[in-house]
């Protein structure tokens, strides 16, 4: 696995010199996972940083074992490590934000978390942000982005584009599929019993991924299929889909395709 993920980062250039590569790291066993390869495969790259950065959304019964979790494993390993907190950048946590509306809980997360590491990453004047995305994320990404019918995020992710004021993404794990994952981390002796976010029940996610499970198990290399053949769409689609062009924020400044980007819209939308 170890030899995988380096020819990934070698082949698509992921990781090139004098980067400083901020880990989105929850504590969780993808991102867990990702610093610990990482952290083995850094002295093979010239002048490359490591920092992790942590975001704290304030989910209460969750994130406080998964932040401690974080904060031992950088510890162990002598890296850099910020956290960043809902709100200390939004003014409220995330259950705060959430009272009445729990049902789109990881929809406005996923918004918010984003915003949290590009902020975070900018701080640690990091020039590349990872992700622990592993294959089954991304061949259910793939799955939920066509059951919702929304071809142009299924094509913006398959570019692993930058977000926010663009800092690249990369997704190292991206061909790592989550049972190899978790072989690795036993093997490191790192596997951790952590609570689960109590919103997962609400998450589509988790239908998608109890489907893509059967099939996989039926049909081995469904989920690979599905995400090579969401990079040939993407290959073909020349910007046909991703027209439109890229505008600043009224509000904050980020880059968005509208008019605000996703964070000032769920602001002004919940504070009517
Ligand atoms: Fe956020 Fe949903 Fe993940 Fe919980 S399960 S951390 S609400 S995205
Ligand atoms: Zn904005």
């Known amino acids: ?122 701080q640690a004047r990091a020039t590349k942000l990872a992700t622990g995305h592993n294959l089954d994320d991304e061949a259910q990404s793939v799955l939920m982005n066509v059951f919702r019918g929304d071809l142009p995020r299924l094509v913006r992710n398959s570019r692993g584009e930058s977000s926010g004021k663009f800092i690249p993404r990369i997704k190292p794990l991206s061909r790592i599929s989550e049972k190899e994952i978790a072989m690795y981390l036993l093997l490191k002796h790192a596997w951790n019993e952590l609570p689960e976010c109590p919103y997962t029940r609400y998450a589509m996610r988790r239908e998608v991924r109890s489907i893509l499970s059967g099939f996989e198990y039926k049909h081995p290399g469904t989920m690979l299929n599905l995400v090579e053949s969401k990079e040939k769409i993407e290959r073909c689609d020349k910007g046909s889909v991703m027209s439109e062009p890229i505008h600043s924020c009224r509000e904050c400044g980020d880059p968005c395709s509208g008019d605000l980007c996703q964070v000032c819209l769920l602001r002004t939308t919940f504070t009517r």
């Open 1 to 122: 696995m170890e030899l995988r993920v380096a020819d990934t980062v070698k082949t698509r250039q992921l990781i090139v010199p004098q980067d400083r590569v901020a880990v989105a790291l929850s504590g969780g066993k993808d991102s867990t996972a990702l610093l610990l390869l990482l952290h083995h495969l850094l002295p093979a790259w010239e002048n490359v940083r490591l920092i992790a950065i942590t975001v704290d959304e304030g989910i209460a019964g969750y994130r406080e074992e998964t932040i401690q979790s974080a904060e031992r494993l950088t510890g162990r390993l002598g890296i850099e490590h910020h956290c960043i907190s809902f709100t200390s950048l939004f003014g409220e946590s995330l259950d705060t934000f959430l009272k009445g509306r729990e049902t789109q809980a990881c929809s406005i997360c996923g918004i918010m978390r984003k915003k949290a590491l590009v902020v975070g990453a900018l």
